[in-house]
Nanobody, 122 residues
Framework: QVHLVESGGGLVQPGGSLRLSCSASESIFSIDAMGWYRQAPGKQRDLVAGITSGGSTKYADSVKGRFTISRDNAKNTVSLQMNSLKPEDTAVYYC????????????????WGQGTQVTVSS
């Protein structure tokens, strides 16, 4: 089971940007797909963005055009560039392994890291 550590969160004003990073304890080269999730207080944890080993991506409608997911297999990292942030983006963000589009981007990992808090507020 690969261990994942999220970082890069913080407090940002509406309209601002943040770049989140997910570092894996081992090579992600053979992992078919990775995803970023978020969970706001009192809400369920939802998939925000996913990326396959081939570079295919998926975004939740709420973040399309604002967020960009990328992966660097050489560095065992998956990043999430978040632009034009809104207060409703406030949440704890997590990464995990997921199935690709054929599976409907289903969650595969059963271990969650500590996540990284993103707060968008003026």
């Amino acid at each position: 089971q690969v261990h994942l550590v999220e970082s890069g969160g913080g407090l940002v004003q509406p309209g601002g940007s943040l770049r989140l990073s997910c570092s894996a304890s081992e090579s992600i080269f053979s992992i078919d797909a990775m995803g970023w999730y978020r969970q706001a207080p009192g809400k369920q944890r939802d998939l925000v963005a996913g990326i396959t080993s081939g570079g295919s991506t998926k975004y939740a409608d709420s973040v399309k055009g604002r967020f960009t997911i990328s992966r660097d297999n050489a560095k065992n990292t998956v990043s999430l560039q978040m632009n034009s942030l809104k207060p409703e983006d406030t949440a704890v963000y997590y990464c995990n392994t997921v199935g690709g589009p054929v599976t409907g981007w289903v969650l595969l990992g059963d271990y969650w890291g500590q996540g990284t808090q993103v707060t968008v507020s003026s």
